[in-house]
């Protein structure tokens, strides 16, 4: 019998049809669009944002030059075939599909057996840190369809951000991008050439804002975050780097307060201060899409040359790096060898569930 892994991504519309299928299940879920009001108007306010939003969002993806849609998918599945090369080397048979969250292929649509970890198969969220409005969220979706939360289950690879094999990885992956020995052929929209006296400017580590509302519930995503680039930054010091690192937070929708400094904000402080240089990696994103070459790869980037930076850097998010698919790899694996392990519930411990509040109980598997 063969092993079964499951790649669980937010999603992305592969083209412009599917834009409002992914809009609809982005903003109908209560975990990524919280407001503290009566679900039947939170639903019909998700729904109308859902519909006016179609239009504009149709116009970005198709200036990315994708056909339409976002690279997300294609690019996931580059990645499920590049983990099936590496756990077939250990002798064993794999199987390996990328779902979606929000869109297509959809993950409502999958039988039990790929859903179930009770079933055997081993579910990897690509969601470095743990926040509700990801991790949780996708933990609560699964939950109604195999009636408990998988979130606690020994075959769910938890939030790995603090593990060391990813954490050289993305070291490793910064350097070989300031060092000129990334591939054009595996990373989108990169040019291949070295970043002269790379040890001495500014990084940039930009993540996904989310609802300050979500932090209040208990949210861990900001520790995990700033814990996050502290360990990458300590790892970039061995390496020889010495310039200066920053957080913030992109993305922001709507007029709620989210997480911050902004990442636009921040870029335009160290234009008035006098930076020059500065490098912006995607530290929550594990895959290019939208967010990276939209947002921080033309967006953010005429921002920074309007505040003053003479050089502006786009390091790539992870996607098909060897490093990162032997370190995800590797936590596979350990999963599967773990897998009578029973663990505590993730979506309490890390997302503040409380059942009073939520008026739900979670029920860990």
């Known amino acids: 019998m063969k092993n079964r892994l499951l790649l669980i991504n937010l999603g992305g519309p592969r ?8 809009l609809k299940d982005l903003f109908e879920d209560p975990l990524v669009f919280d407001l503290p009001i009566p679900e039947f108007l939170r639903i019909r306010l998700a729904r109308k944002i859902a519909s006016s939003r179609a239009k504009k969002v149709e116009e970005t993806y198709a200036s990315m030059g994708f056909g339409g849609g976002s690279p997300l998918v294609s690019e996931t599945e580059k990645q499920a075939e590049g983990l099936k090369k590496i756990l077939e080397g250990s002798g064993e048979e794999w199987e390996v599909k990328a779902t979606m969250v929000c869109g297509y292929p959809d993950i409502r649509e999958l039988p039990s057996e790929w859903t179930n970890p009770q079933a055997g198969a081993v579910l990897l969220p690509l969601f470095p840190q743990f926040s509700r409005s990801t991790v949780l969220s996708t933990a609560k979706l699964l939950e109604k369809q195999i009636g408990y939360c998988p979130a606690s289950h020994p075959n769910w690879v938890r939030p790995f951000s603090e593990r060391k094999e990813y954490l050289e990885s993305i070291s490793d992956l910064i350097l070989d991008f300031f060092q000129g020995k990334l591939s054009e052929k595996e990373f ?32 861990k995503y900001t520790e995990e975050i700033q ?16 310039g200066e690192v920053h957080l913030s937070y992109q993305s922001r929708v709507g007029p709620s307060r989210w997480t911050t400094p902004n ?15 500065i490098a912006v ?16 790869g033309v967006q953010i980037r005429d921002h920074a040359f309007q505040n003053g930076i003479k050089e502006y850097y786009r390091i790539p998010a ?28 993730i979506c309490k411990t890390s997302g503040g569930w409380d059942p009073k509040k939520e008026k739900s109980v979670c029920k860990c598997g």
């Open 15 to 22: 083209n412009a049809g599917e834009i409002p299928k992914f």
């Open 188 to 219: 989108l929209h990169i040019e291949t050439k070295s970043v002269h006296d790379w040890q001495n400017l500014d990084i940039v580590f930009s993540a996904h804002g989310i609802p300050l509302r979500l932090i209040n519930k208990g949210d």
């Open 227 to 242: 814990k996050n680039v502290q360990n990458i930054h300590s790892l970039l010091k061995t390496k020889g780097y010495k």
């Open 263 to 277: 990442t636009l904000d921040k870029i335009q402080e160290l234009g008035q201060k006098g930076k020059e240089r």
């Open 281 to 296: 990696y995607p530290i929550s994103f594990i895959s290019d899409h939208l967010e990276t070459l939209e947002e921080i």
């Open 318 to 345: 992870p996607g098909s790096y060897p490093a990162f698919l032997k370190a995800l790899a590797k936590f596979v694996l350990e999963t599967k060898s773990n897998s009578q392990d029973r663990m505590s519930c």
